[in-house]
């Protein structure tokens, strides 16, 4: 039986009236888009991982994507494998998420010397308190509080380079006291 031309974003059927195979070509609409290409990609996320309201959010994150991008596309040659593409990338950024956060939890809860840490950090409180105020001022904004020097400098009122030069003699005098506690 001879195939009669279609749209470009048509889907063909057989006789029995099943879709049989999808076209490349864009559809016309997103709308049509996502209706042909949404229970595809949610069991295609499903099997990836594993947990149905996963794939689902995953899912329409890249859908969302695509749509916000569909004038781009749409025209393409294939915009269920840019899709697609978009849902494997959205999927491999969660799994590095997840692995990172789990990595950060289990090296928060390293077995440790509770008694020892906590005997660290005293011995350390006092080695700040002994410090002169800027000194102190400048190594809490710049090693505690992560400013760059420029930032420091701006809330204390001094230049940046006067910032590093008072963070620079505390940590001398911290290492000095730390490593001698008795001094």
Do not use: C
């Not at 559809?27 to 042909?36: D, N, Q, R, V, Y």
């Amino acid at each position: 039986m001879e195939r009669m031309s279609r749209p470009a974003s048509a889907v063909t059927q057989r006789e029995s009236g099943r879709v049989s195979e999808r076209e490349t070509a864009a559809p016309e609409s997103f709308e049509l888009f996502f209706e042909a290409e949404h229970p595809r990609l949610l069991r295609a996320l499903y099997l990836l991982s594993g947990n149905a309201q996963e794939a689902e959010e995953i899912m329409q994150d890249a859908f969302v994507a695509v749509w916000e991008r569909w004038d781009r596309v749409g025209p393409m040659e294939s915009p269920a494998g840019y899709l697609y593409r978009t849902a494997m990338n959205r999927f491999r950024s969660r799994a590095r998420r997840a692995v990172r956060a789990a990595r950060e939890v289990a090296g928060a809860t390293e077995p440790g010397d509770a008694f020892a840490a906590a005997d660290e950090r005293d011995a350390l409180a006092r080695a700040l308190s002994r410090l002169p105020e800027r000194q102190r001022a400048a190594i809490v904004l710049v090693e505690l509080l992560g400013y760059d020097s420029d930032e420091a400098g701006g809330i204390l009122g001094v230049k940046a380079v006067t910032v590093r030069s008072l963070a620079s003699q505390a940590r001398s005098t911290l290492r000095t006291a730390l490593e001698d506690p008795d001094a």
